[in-house]
C-alpha cells in the first residue's frame, strides 16, 4: 500500500522536535504520549527497546528524558523510512536507531539480558472470526494481534531485559488480569499501575502498566487520569503531559 500525504509536524510543544507523520498511517496517540511520560528511566539505563514503534513518536519523546541507546523495532517499512526522517530531521541518530524487522524473529538475534527498559503500546484486539478489521493495512496491523500480541511482548521482555530491568505497557483495562497473570508467568512482577478515563463518571478507557524482571512483589496504583473536561477540552493534568 502506497503513503498518501506526508507531513512534517511539531512533535507535542517539544522545542524544535519535530516528527513526520502519514495521513494513510496509524499516527501516534494520547496512548503515545501516555505511556512515554510513564514509564520510569533510571539514571543508569544504558538502552531501551520500543517495541512496534511506528513512526517512533515514543523514542523522539524519551530522546528529551534520557541520554540513553534507544532501539525502535518496527515491522512495517514504510513506517520505519517516516521514523528515519525524522530520527535525521531532529539530529539524534547518534541516540536512535530504527531496525524494520518483525520483532517476534528480531528478538532471537539479541543477546539475552542486554535491555534496561523496554516500552510497547502493542494491538488491544484479538483476532477472531467476528474481528471487524480497518481497512487500512496500517491500522489492522497496528490495532489487532496479527503479528504481536501481549504473550508476546512479555515473553520477549523475560529474554531481553537485565535484572530489574523494566516493561512498560499502554493497553485495555478490560486486559488486565490477563497482562497481570503473563507478567508473572514471565517473571515480571507488575510494580506501578494507572487507569486513565475520558471523562469523570465514565469507565476507564486506557490501561498503563509497568513490571519489572524479577522484580519484589509490591504494587504502586497512581491516581487516576482524567483526559477530558464536560465541555471536551483535556483536563489541566493532560495538558502538562504534551508538555
Do not use: W
Amino acid at each position: 500500500m502506497k503513503l498518501k500525504t506526508e507531513v512534517l509536524n511539531d512533535l507535542l510543544e517539544f522545542d524544535n522536535l519535530k516528527i513526520y507523520q502519514n495521513t494513510n498511517t496509524f499516527n501516534f496517540s494520547l496512548d503515545t504520549v501516555l505511556l512515554a511520560k510513564f514509564v520510569s528511566i533510571k539514571k543508569n539505563t544504558k538502552t531501551i527497546m520500543d517495541i512496534g514503534t511506528g513512526n517512533a513518536p515514543i523514542p523522539l519523546i524519551l530522546s528529551r528524558r534520557t541520554e540513553a541507546r534507544i532501539i525502535g523495532i518496527e515491522i512495517q517499512k514504510e513506517l520505519v523510512e517516516l521514523a528515519i526522517k525524522s530520527i535525521k530531521k531532529n539530529k539524534l541518530e547518534k541516540q536512535i536507531e530504527i531496525i524494520n524487522a518483525d520483532v517476534v524473529e528480531e528478538y532471537k538475534k539479541i543477546e539475552s539480558d542486554t535491555i534496561n527498559t523496554i516500552t510497547c503500546n502493542p494491538p488491544f484486539f484479538k483476532i477472531t472470526e467476528g474481528s471487524r478489521k480497518n481497512e487500512s493495512e496500517f491500522k489492522t496491523i497496528a490495532r489487532h494481534e496479527l503479528f504481536l500480541d501481549i504473550e508476546k511482548v512479555l515473553l520477549i521482555a523475560k529474554k531481553l531485559l537485565v535484572n530489574g530491568g523494566n516493561i512498560a505497557i499502554v493497553h485495555r483495562p478490560e486486559r488486565l488480569v490477563e497482562i497481570i497473570t503473563k507478567m508473572k508467568e514471565n517473571n515480571l512482577e507488575p510494580k506501578k499501575l494507572q487507569l486513565i478515563y475520558p471523562f469523570k463518571g465514565e469507565n476507564a478507557h486506557i490501561l498503563l502498566i509497568e513490571g519489572c524482571k524479577n522484580g519484589k512483589p509490591g504494587l504502586k496504583i497512581l491516581d487516576p487520569l482524567y483526559v477530558h473536561e464536560k465541555d471536551g477540552s483535556y483536563t489541566k493534568e493532560v495538558k502538562e503531559y504534551f508538555r
